[in-house]
C-alpha cells in the first residue's frame, strides 16, 4: 500500500542553522501538508500546497519557513535559522480526495 | 477559531472491553472530521472520515458517529485488544472558505490490559 515517507527520522542542529526536512508524498496525491507535534501538545498545522503554491498557511509559519515541491515527486520543509522552539515532530501529509495520510516525521531537535 | 476537545485524556480498560472515545469541536462548520492512532513516536494512521453529511462510518471493530450540531463525534471500539493500545486523536477540517487545514484533539491515550 502506498505511504509518505519522510527523511531523516532524526535531525539535530544548532540553534541559527538552516535544516531541510523532506518528504515524498504518495505519487497520485496532489494536495500536501505540513505539521507539526511539540512533544506533549497537539498536532499543528504549518500550510498546505498545491498547484505549486501555498494554498494556506498557520499563523507559526513565518518568513523562516518556507515550502518547495522541486521535482514531481518531492516536497520539502525549510527552515532559515532554527530556534529553540523549533523542536518538534514535524509531519507531512498528503492526500488526493478527502483523507489526508501522513509520514511517520521527522524528529527535530534544536540545542 | 476551532477548539476541539478529547475526553477522557487518558483510558485503561482490560482486553475485551467494549469502549467509547469522545472529541467535541467548537465550530459546528466542519467540512469532514477524521481519527486518527498514534503509536509512541511515531506517525498518525488514518482510521476513519466522516463526511459533514454522514452520521457514522465503520470500520472493521471501529465505529465513528458524528453530530455535527452538537459539536460531537465517537468513536466506538469493539472488543478491545492489547494492539489497539495507542493514542487516538481526532481531527476536524473546516467547511468554510475552503479550508484545507486539519484541527487536532490532544488525543485519548488508550491503555488495552491483556
Known amino acids: 500500500e502506498p505511504e509518505v515517507t519522510q527523511t531523516p527520522s532524526h535531525q539535530v542542529t544548532q540553534m541559527g542553522q538552516e535544516v531541510i526536512l523532506r518528504c515524498v508524498p504518495i505519487?497520485?496525491?496532489?494536495?500536501f501538508y505540513w505539521y507539526r507535534q511539540i512533544l506533549g501538545q497537539k498536532v499543528e498545522f504549518l500550510v498546505s500546497?498545491?498547484?505549486?503554491?501555498?494554498?494556506?498557511k498557520s499563523e507559526i509559519f513565518d518568513d523562516q519557513f518556507s515550502v518547495e515541491r522541486p521535482d514531481g515527486s518531492n516536497f520539502t520543509l525549510k527552515i532559515r535559522s532554527t530556534k529553540l522552539e523549533d523542536s518538534a515532530m514535524y509531519f507531512c501529509?498528503?492526500?488526493?480526495?478527502?483523507?489526508?495520510?501522513f509520514g511517520p516525521g521527522t524528529r527535530l531537535t534544536v540545542t | 477559531k476551532q477548539e476541539v476537545t478529547q475526553i477522557p485524556a487518558a483510558l485503561s480498560v482490560p482486553e475485551g472491553e467494549n469502549l467509547v472515545l469522545n472529541c467535541s469541536f467548537t465550530?459546528?462548520?466542519?467540512?469532514?472530521l477524521q481519527w486518527f492512532r498514534q503509536d509512541p513516536g511515531k506517525g498518525l494512521t488514518s482510521l476513519l472520515l466522516?463526511?459533514?453529511?454522514?452520521r457514522e462510518q465503520t470500520s472493521g471493530r471501529l465505529n465513528a458517529s458524528l453530530d455535527k450540531s452538537s459539536g460531537r463525534s465517537t468513536l466506538y471500539i469493539a472488543a478491545s485488544q492489547p494492539g489497539d493500545s495507542a493514542t487516538y486523536l481526532c481531527?476536524?477540517?473546516?467547511?468554510?472558505?475552503?479550508?484545507?487545514?486539519?484541527?487536532f484533539g490532544k488525543g485519548t491515550k488508550l491503555t488495552v490490559n491483556p
Open positions: 505519487s497520485n496525491h496532489l494536495y
Open positions: 501529509a498528503s492526500r488526493l480526495r478527502l483523507e489526508q495520510y
Open positions: 500546497f498545491y498547484n505549486n503554491e501555498i494554498s494556506e
Open positions: 481531527a476536524v477540517r473546516h467547511g468554510e472558505g475552503g479550508s484545507e487545514k486539519l484541527v
Open positions: 466522516i463526511q459533514s453529511s454522514q
Open positions: 465550530d459546528s462548520a466542519i467540512y469532514n
